[in-house]
């Protein structure tokens, strides 16, 4: 059969059409970046500027790069602005591998998550910094540190997570600390106060790792309580991020309502809630990829639709967006010697079924707020 010029002709400019430009335009309009804007939540992802090759190397790879680029509005140092990084002696303060992603945000016009000013934990601590030994010591460090670091990147920093992981998950108490052994509550409210002073438009987060498991019911307790003391204190916190480092098997009904409750009451007390470090554990799944893959899929999905429907989430960030560079890698190794697939995209680059069921989560979502203007 031969083929008119005229039916020639149509034939090309229908491919134009239907190929390029609608592929361009559907990518663009897919990025996860796009689909939560939709909903008014910013989504993005933790980068680290490590050494090259190493699981917190991912800021040296441009590959890693066009990724965060494609799909990420919100970026979060994964290392770089904590404590042990910045100030790992007394008479040292470097702030150039945090400066090093804040200049990569800037120039592509995304925004800057801050963590932490204090990981309030004697494990994540510099050496001398759990050894101090005077209430006054650890009061001026708290605000000698935090306003020089939050007088150096100012309005830049649209989110910090002030204090991270302070309770002890077994009672729910503050944690023992050089901090909280020298000025109890009241280093968490300095923390905070000096934030507010030094870094005055960014939201202040209280960030920790409590879940719905039966095991983390007096976690859950101390949380609340400690916001309870935020509010009655007058400190200056603004949201809950939930870390998010969730399991591959649903919740199930009890734990559903166990978590609903804990929601219900954060917000309740009228603090907003971050997703801060999601990602999904495959530790005891099958090795075969397909299996593993589409697992790690339905879990997030799941908990993403849970989460979202609350109007308070308004922020989701994975810890990190590529295998091989997810922390994961190096804690509890799965027992077959394979790599976990715990992020949205493989170690090619290439999408998982993890991604796709994000970009629907996002779309299931109902409407929040306008997000702010840059």
């Given at each position: 059969m031969r083929t008119s010029r005229r039916e020639f002709c149509a034939m090309l400019a229908g491919a134009s059409i239907l190929a390029?430009?609608?592929?361009?335009?559907?990518?663009?309009?897919?990025?996860?970046?796009?689909?939560?804007?939709?909903?008014?939540?910013?989504?993005?992802?933790?980068?680290?500027?490590?050494?090259?090759?190493?699981?917190?190397?991912?800021?040296?790879?441009?590959?890693?790069?066009?990724?965060?680029?494609?799909?990420?509005?919100?970026?979060?140092?994964?290392?770089?602005?904590?404590?042990?990084?910045?100030?790992?002696?007394?008479?040292?303060?470097?702030?150039?591998?945090?400066?090093?992603?804040?200049?990569?945000?800037?120039?592509?016009?995304?925004?800057?998550?801050?963590?932490?000013?204090?990981?309030?934990?004697?494990?994540?601590?510099?050496?001398?910094?759990?050894?101090?030994?005077?209430?006054?010591?650890?009061?001026?460090?708290?605000?000698?540190?935090?306003?020089?670091?939050?007088?150096?990147?100012?309005d830049r920093i649209y989110s910090w997570d002030v204090v991270n992981e302070t309770l002890d998950p077994k009672t729910g108490e503050l944690r023992d600390t050089s901090f909280t052994r020298l000025l109890g509550f009241d280093a968490l409210r300095i923390s905070y106060e000096t934030a507010k002073e030094y870094a005055p438009r960014a939201q202040l987060v209280y960030n920790d790792y409590m879940s719905w498991g039966a095991d983390h019911e007096k976690h859950r307790a101390g949380v609340l309580k400690l916001l309870e003391q935020f509010r009655s204190s007058k400190v200056p916190v603004d949201a809950l991020g939930i870390q998010s480092h969730i399991g591959n098997v649903p919740m199930?009904?009890?734990?559903?309502?166990?978590?609903?409750?804990?929601?219900?009451?954060?917000?309740?007390?009228?603090?907003?809630?971050?997703?801060?470090?999601?990602?999904?554990?495959?530790?005891?799944?099958?090795?075969?990829?397909?299996?593993?893959d589409a697992r790690v899929a339905a879990a997030a999905k799941d908990y993403l639709d849970f989460?979202?429907?609350?109007?308070?989430?308004?922020?989701?960030?994975c810890w990190g967006m590529v295998d091989k560079y997810s922390w994961l890698q190096g804690f509890k190794p799965r027992a077959d010697g394979t790599a976990k697939r715990s992020t949205p995209y493989d170690d090619a680059y290439k999408a998982k079924p993890m991604r796709e069921a994000m970009a629907a989560a996002f779309e299931a979502a109902p409407k929040r707020r306008a997000l702010p203007r840059s």
């Open positions: 390029p430009t609608f592929d361009l335009h559907a990518k663009e309009q897919r990025s996860l970046k796009a689909l939560a804007a939709k909903k008014g939540i910013l989504f993005g992802s933790a980068v680290g500027a490590g050494t090259s090759g190493s699981l917190t190397g991912s800021f040296s790879d441009p590959e890693y790069l066009k990724i965060l680029k494609d799909e990420c509005a919100i970026i979060v140092p994964e290392n770089e602005l904590k404590s042990y990084v910045i100030s790992p002696t007394s008479d040292k303060f470097d702030l150039e591998p945090g400066d090093r992603i804040a200049a990569f945000v800037r120039n592509n016009r995304m925004k800057l998550r801050g963590h932490t000013l204090l990981w309030n934990h004697p494990e994540y601590m510099p050496k001398w910094l759990a050894e101090l030994d005077s209430a006054t010591a650890a009061r001026e460090y708290l605000l000698r540190y935090i306003q020089r670091v939050c007088s150096h990147y100012g199930d009904e009890t734990q559903r309502k166990e978590w609903k409750a804990f929601l219900d009451a954060v917000t309740a007390m009228d603090y907003r809630l971050l997703i801060t470090e999601f990602d999904v554990g495959d530790k005891d799944l099958p090795t075969d990829f397909a299996t593993r989460m979202l429907a609350y109007r308070e989430v308004d922020q989701v960030l």
